[in-house]
């Protein structure tokens, strides 16, 4: 298959965002998380949504992937903001996926 790298990138950055949303609705000022979990909700459906079509061997994604890597730096961003480890790991694995599509990108 091609794009792999890419795909099990964006794959896991889909798995550990919709965790990590998941995981703030749990936390005791959820309020405080909103945004966290709103941009998480957004960064899971984006990335399996362009993982979904690369698998299929769509050629016209270079968009998409573009707007993937611009969403993984904000919700990297918005999670590094936070002290919880599913926040922490959620950060890695976006940051992972942004370094897997401007790879794609060049």
Same mark, same amino acid.
């Given at each position: 298959?091609?794009?792999?790298?890419? /795909?099990?990138?964006?794959?896991?950055?889909?798995?550990?965002?919709?965790?990590?949303?998941?995981?703030? !609705?749990?936390?005791?000022? =959820?309020?405080?998380? =909103?945004?966290? /979990?709103?941009?998480?909700?957004?960064?899971?459906? /984006?990335?399996?949504?362009?993982?979904?079509? !690369?698998?299929?061997?769509?050629?016209?994604?270079?968009? !998409? =992937?573009?707007?993937? !890597?611009?969403?993984?730096?904000?919700?990297?961003?918005?999670?590094?903001?936070?002290?919880?480890?599913?926040?922490?790991?959620c950060a890695a694995a976006c940051r992972s996926c942004e370094a897997a599509c401007e790879a794609y990108l060049k």
């Amino acid at each position: 298959m091609k794009n792999t790298k890419l /795909i099990e990138a964006l794959n896991n950055c889909a798995m550990h965002c919709k965790y990590c949303a998941d995981a703030c !609705l749990d936390e005791d000022h =959820v309020k405080m998380m =909103v945004n966290c /979990i709103k941009t998480d909700i957004a960064c899971a459906e /984006i990335c399996t949504t362009t993982a979904k079509l !690369l698998a299929g061997n769509y050629e016209d994604v270079k968009s !998409l =992937v573009q707007v993937c !890597l611009e969403i993984c730096k904000k919700c990297a961003e918005e999670c590094e903001q936070h002290d919880h480890q599913h926040c922490k790991d959620c950060a890695a694995a976006c940051r992972s996926c942004e370094a897997a599509c401007e790879a794609y990108l060049k």
